[in-house]
């Protein structure tokens, strides 16, 4: 009987640590979709890199992100899918063409794609489990950002949209 409780205890604990987001990690909710990221270390990987990725971009004047419509008021039901969107642009446009000759942006960088990609995964198989479900809200303000981005050749456009990471990772931490 005592053997029973044990295992009972220790089983209860275990799934409580499960859920529980690893040091650093921040759970977000976006809809049915759940994962976690580390979005000190992120910040903090960015910030380091920030005023080097900003000071390369010649044109103040556009944005690629912060187009009028382009995150503000996204329904809660159409944030799972402008995520998704969001984070395949990001590891499939974006970092790709971020390269500069400075090796401590680049291992930067490639630190911040890298969690990209883990995010870009958990991301996948909530949208191949159609809980992910996209929107004609989510689809016009993803155009838009893409829109945004093709204005652009394509490294000055990789530039500028990693420059303006922190407002994505604003908006998520905001709508999480």
């Not at 976690?36 to 960015?46: L, P």
Request: proline share 2%.
């Amino acid at each position: 009987m005592r053997a029973a409780h044990l295992f009972l205890c220790l089983f209860s604990m275990s799934c409580c640590l499960n859920l529980m987001p690893t040091a650093g990690n921040k759970i977000f909710h976006f809809g049915p979709c759940r994962f976690s990221m580390s979005v000190t270390e992120i910040r903090s990987g960015f910030t380091a890199i920030k005023a080097n990725i900003q000071a390369r971009d010649p044109i103040r004047t556009l944005s690629i992100l912060s187009h009028p419509h382009s995150l503000h008021k996204v329904q809660s039901s159409d944030r799972c899918c402008i995520t998704h969107h969001l984070f395949n642009f990001y590891v499939d446009k974006v970092f790709k063409h971020c390269k500069t000759e400075d090796s401590y942006v680049n291992r930067k960088i490639s630190s911040i794609a890298n969690s990209f990609l883990s995010v870009k995964k958990k991301l996948r198989q909530c949208h191949e489990q159609n809980k992910c479900m996209c929107g004609q809200e989510s689809t016009e303000k993803f155009k838009q950002i893409l829109a945004n981005y093709k204005e652009l050749n394509v490294t000055s456009a990789a530039m500028k949209s990693l420059g303006e990471l922190d407002i994505l990772l604003d908006w998520m931490e905001k709508s999480a």
